[in-house]
């Protein structure tokens, strides 16, 4: 069960979070918005950061 939980938090999840914050990078500089500006920035960190936080706990 452990494989499968760290599959997840360390392939999956970070994939997702960083997907959609470069799309929300992209939109919110094309579109001058700062608000979709910095919510891709910090998702795209969650995905950065996230695996080694929530890895080193689960192992």
Known sequence: M??????????ILPVICG??????????????????????IVLFLIACIFPYVILSILV
């Open 19 to 40: 997907f959609f914050g470069l799309i929300f990078i992209i939109s919110g500089s094309l579109e001058e918005d700062k608000g979709k500006l910095s919510l891709g």
């Open 2 to 11: 452990a494989m499968i939980g760290t599959t997840i938090f360390s392939h």
